[in-house]
């Protein structure tokens, strides 16, 4: 009996993913299981970020309806640690395990030094 009840009924998930349908603003659009419309976009405080269509996001069940939690990471070339933030557009600055900030090819160093692409210290 208590299996007809177990696989009789499914369970809805706390989560699942889906692909940004229409984005660019703090609601969304998606396509999952189900279309999902004026999903509201969380992100830790600071970052404002609105993810472009076709990035696949994870959503979960909110009482106040369905939240897009985030979208899922590139694989990019960064060491345990070490934090990246890029555009769409190319843009990109890489937290760095020794202190160095990276912007657009130009390296902060963690005594003040800014150095080139190429290593050579312009400032």
Do not use: H
Not at 58 to 78: F, P, Q, R, V, Y
Request: with cysteine; net charge neutral; glycine share 14%.
């Amino acid at each position: 009996m208590w299996l007809s009840r177990k696989f009789g009924s499914r369970q809805k998930e706390s989560a699942e993913t889906g692909t940004v349908a229409i984005g660019g603003s703090s609601t969304i659009k998606t396509a999952s299981t189900v279309l999902a419309e004026n999903v509201q976009n969380y992100a830790p405080y600071g970052y404002s970020a609105f993810a472009p269509c076709g990035e696949e996001i994870l959503l979960i069940s909110s009482a106040n309806g369905t939240a897009g939690a985030g979208t899922k990471m590139s694989d990019e070339s960064i060491n345990e640690g070490e934090i990246s933030i890029s555009s769409k557009g190319g843009a990109r600055i890489v937290l760095k395990n020794d202190g160095s900030i990276q912007i657009n090819g130009f390296v902060f160093t963690a005594d003040g030094k800014i150095k080139n692409a190429e290593g050579q210290v312009v400032l």
